[in-house]
T-cell receptor
Framework: DSGVTQTPKHLITATGQRVTLRCSPRSGDLSVYWYQQSLDQGLQFLIQYYNGEERAKGNILERFSAQQFPDLHSELNLSSLELGDSALYFC?????????????FGDGTRLSIL | GQQVMQIPQYQHVQEGEDFTTYCNSSTTLSNIQWYKQRPGGHPVFLIQLVKSGEVKKQKRLTFQFGEAKKNSSLHITATQTTDVGTYFCAGWDNYGQNFVFGPGTRLSVLP
């Protein structure tokens, strides 16, 4: 158990819809990362937050947004969903926002778009 | 942008055989991390290498960081069935804005 909690575990929705994925980091960790894992694209870094502030932005689509709240949990919002958004979405956390921090991954949310 | 490649894509070995996966970055890395993902699981941090030419060992696993800090390798001695999974290398791009994972090497170990 990594200590990172993601909900829900599974999500099934339709094209054009909007969903919110939630992540609670390990106790004491201040930084949260979001990733998308699909068979054809592998593990893609989306975005990182540190103590409520955006720290790094990777390959995140404009239809996607995220935030980190004062209690340090984070949410990833996906809107105008397309079939290609079907993937496993991981959240990870680290103790600080530095570039030398090990990341601890949650179990992921599997998103299926019908 | 930065690209990270890994070879081989797949490796099937008999239990007890050795295994090596190689990671190559298109740009110099400040550090490199290795993760393992078991089938149906999530990535788990294994190790981080920072210094040029650094070698680190964890039991049967040996990790190396190249002198130019553009490549790395993971070697497993005498594989066991518990080693099954996909091994990823990863590093931050030059601007510290994108954490790039390699495509991974999927290891299968036949008992």
């Amino acid at each position: 158990d990594s200590g990172v909690t993601q909900t829900p575990k599974h999500l099934i929705t339709a094209t054009g819809q909007r969903v919110t994925l939630r992540c609670s980091p390990r106790s004491g960790d201040l930084s949260v990362y979001w990733y998308q894992q699909s068979l054809d694209q592998g593990l893609q870094f989306l975005i990182q937050y540190y103590n409520g502030e955006e720290r790094a932005k990777g390959n995140i689509l404009e239809r996607f947004s995220a935030q980190q709240f004062p209690d340090l949990h984070s949410e990833l919002n996906l809107s105008s969903l397309e079939l290609g958004d079907s993937a496993l979405y991981f959240c990870a956390s680290s103790s600080s926002g530095g570039r030398n921090q090990p990341q601890h991954f949650g179990d992921g949310t599997r998103l299926s778009i019908l | 942008g930065q690209q990270v490649m890994q070879i081989p894509q797949y490796q099937h070995v008999q239990e007890g055989e050795d295994f090596t996966t190689y990671c190559n970055s298109s740009t110099t890395l400040s550090n490199i991390q290795w993760y393992k993902q078991r089938p149906g699981g999530h990535p788990v941090f294994l190790i981080q290498l920072v210094k040029s030419g650094e070698v680190k060992k964890q039991k049967r696993l040996t990790f190396q960081f190249g002198e130019a800090k553009k490549n790395s390798s993971l070697h497993i001695t005498a594989t066991q069935t518990t080693d099954v999974g996909t091994y990823f290398c990863a590093g931050w791009d030059n601007y510290g804005q994108n954490f790039v994972f390699g495509p991974g090497t999927r290891l299968s170990v036949l008992p």
